[in-house]
């Protein structure tokens, strides 16, 4: 099976899973075939977002626990120390004075609100005077015990995408391999789509590019759309769809798919119940690709393994492909 | 939609005499068949898997804690069986007769009690899960907040149309509001972590279509946000409080209500990954296992 991971690690990228190593402890052997093995670290590649996910819920749980912990255990202490309840003590923190009518007349006035928001606007700024007080109390306190939580979320793993068979253009042996999970009908993966390719320009002999299916619910067009490009996978013309698709204006039409379909004779894009079942029972291989991968919606982009989140933009995207490019230039000496 | 406060003598007065006078009897419970969902966004599951950047308002209720179903397009992506409390029902109770309403509506307020309320009584449901109160602490401004007799009284006038209305039998089960102080803290984890900016989706979503600004604004202090946070536990005082006397005088009907909603610690793969608010089916999905363990049918 040809996979990203098996990629970027002969191609020597700086981040690079490690090789497996001997190490009953750290990477155990977790099936035999035969002579064979497989390792914990081999199996865990596949489905490494949701296992990271998982461990962030962890991290999560585990922060909270210890930000409680140092809380409870400060005003205790403090509490101890004054010889009063931790209730008593911060009672008698958040008590003072009350806000007066021009707090709240500069409030109503701040935020452009009539006399009738007069008693809520105290309610809230009273509230919030409680509040800050006991805040910069417990701050007081984690400041003189200075306190320091030694906590590091996991870091963003590198996911091993099965590639199989997924349409791709660019050297074989590039040193960056972007992923695209988009959707041939969403504006969204059209605009990804644009960012590959005004990378791929710039650095055409460094950069191979990958598509995978995936896509909205209830977006029959985009079912369609994801079906005829599958049949001209099958003729080696999947990107002349693509590009066509991602470069059209406006909304996809039913037309558009119906004329692409007939200028690449291609399959027909309603085809029979029969063959349109046995399309998507295919197509939904591919969607559990998609998934396991951790996107469940388009778009979905991976730099050499890497997620890159479409809502940071497109700077931080061509930021992680130069990333790469550059541990790739740094790795070259040693791979020669 | 506010109306005014709708707290009458007459409810007082039904109160005052039926205390003494319901003793340990109640009508038998009827089976939960006719499940009507009274709520907002969190019972409409918004965004909780899937997302249309031309609809931010995306209802997911196949991933819904109490409607939550699997039809074609949820096995097609291989989507999160969220075991809701609709298919808990049927799990339990068998197929037959099975109503499954959603009244809940994103978006919607206490001041929305009564006319979803109303709309489980039209169907005459016998099974009532409760979830709303989220869009009154999110407002655009702290002074937007009800105070605690708006608040008491909207849900009053709920819970009567249910008394008066529902078959005898039937089950209402009240819901704390989720704590979104959690799940603010969480959108900014998320950020941290690069996985998604939550502040620009906030800034470009959130503000418009679901004001949660006593929340969500970046220009909120923690004690902003810890406020808001008072005003959550305000109102579910309020909730377990109001659903405790119902219980205890009406004979006709079974009121319960649990705070596992807002105790429930919510983790990052628990907040949609596109608003980075709502729960993603992976949360509805815990929400809808607490909730029926808490609840009434779930023992």
């Known amino acids: ?92 923190v958040e008590r003072g004075e009350p806000v007066d009518d021009a707090d709240v007349d500069a409030y109503l006035l701040e935020h452009g609100l009539g006399e009738e928001r007069r008693e809520r606007a105290r309610d809230y700024l009273d509230g919030r005077r409680r509040i800050e007080r006991r805040l910069a109390f417990v701050r007081g306190l984690e400041d003189a015990a200075q306190v320091r939580i030694d906590l590091e979320p996991p870091p963003l793993p590198r996911v091993d995408i099965d590639l199989e068979g997924a349409p791709s253009r660019g050297p074989a042996d590039a040193a960056v391999t972007i992923v695209h999970f988009g959707a041939l009908s969403e504006a969204r993966s059209r605009e990804v789509a644009s960012w590959i390719e005004a990378v791929r320009q710039r650095h055409p002999k460094k950069i191979r590019e990958v598509f995978r299916h995936v896509l909205n619910p209830r977006d029959e067009l985009g079912l369609q759309a994801a079906l005829l490009a599958r049949s001209a996978q099958e003729k080696d013309r999947f990107w002349s769809v693509h590009d066509r698709l991602f470069q059209r204006d406006g909304a996809l039409r039913q037309s558009d798919l119906q004329t692409l379909g007939e200028e690449l004779e291609l399959k027909p894009v309603t085809p029979e119940a029969e063959a349109r079942t046995r399309d998507i029972v295919a197509l939904k291989g591919e969607l559990e690709i998609a998934r396991k991968s951790g996107v469940t919606s388009p778009p979905g982009i991976f730099v050499n393994g890497l997620w890159v989140s479409h809502s940071f933009g497109r700077a931080r995207f061509e930021s992680r492909v130069r990333d790469a490019l550059a541990s790739s230039s740094v790795r070259e000496p040693t791979r020669k | ?201 906030w800034a470009a979503t959130l503000f418009d279509i679901y004001p949660c600004g006593t929340m969500l604004s970046p220009t909120n202090s923690e004690a902003d946000r810890q406020y808001t946070r008072s005003r959550n536990l305000a109102f579910n005082q309020i909730l377990e409080d109001v659903v405790a006397e119902y219980e205890a005088n009406d004979p006709h009907h079974h009121y319960s209500f649990t705070d596992e909603t807002f105790l429930y610690d919510f983790t990052p793969s628990q907040v949609s990954g596109f608003d980075c608010f709502h729960p993603s089916a992976q949360g509805q999905k815990d929400l809808s296992r607490v909730t029926w363990e808490a609840g009434p049918f779930g023992q």
């Open chain 2, 1 to 201: 939609m506010h109306r005014g406060l709708t707290l009458t003598a007459t409810v007082l007065g039904w109160m005052t005499m039926t205390t003494l006078a319901v003793a340990q009897t109640k009508d038998p419970r009827l089976q939960p068949k006719r499940l009507s969902s009274v709520g907002d966004s969190i019972t409409e599951a918004i965004n909780a898997e899937e997302y249309n950047l031309f609809n931010p308002i995306n209802p997911n209720h196949w991933a819904s804690y109490a409607n939550g179903y699997r039809g074609f397009w949820e096995w097609l992506l291989g989507r999160t069986n969220v075991n809701s409390h609709n298919q808990r029902i049927t799990s339990a109770f068998g197929s037959s007769n099975r109503k499954n309403y959603m009244e809940g509506v994103s978006g919607a307020d206490s001041y929305d009690l009564l006319p979803q309320m109303q709309q489980s009584v039209a169907h005459q449901a016998t099974y009532v899960p409760v979830l709303m109160g989220h869009n009154d602490v999110c407002q655009n401004d702290f002074t937007d907040i009800p105070t605690d007799a708006e608040f008491e009284a909207n849900l009053r006038a709920g819970l009567e149309a249910l008394r008066t209305g529902l078959p005898n039998g039937a089950t209402i089960y009240v819901l704390a509001i989720v704590d979104i102080y959690k799940l603010w803290e969480l959108g900014e984890d998320l950020t941290s972590l690069g996985l998604i900016n939550c502040q620009v989706i």
């Open chain 1, 1 to 92: 099976m040809r996979r990203l991971f098996a990629l970027s690690l002969c191609l020597g990228c700086t981040q690079a899973p490690p090789a497996p190593v001997d190490d009953p402890v750290e990477d155990p052997v977790v099936a035999r075939i035969g002579d064979a093995v497989i390792r914990r670290s081999e199996a865990e590649r596949g489905v490494a977002m949701e296992i990271h996910r998982r461990r962030l819920d962890i991290h999560t749980l585990v922060r909270r626990e210890v930000e409680a912990l140092v809380e409870q255990r400060l005003l205790a202490a403090e509490a101890e120390r004054r010889g009063v309840t931790v209730q008593a003590m911060l009672d008698d």
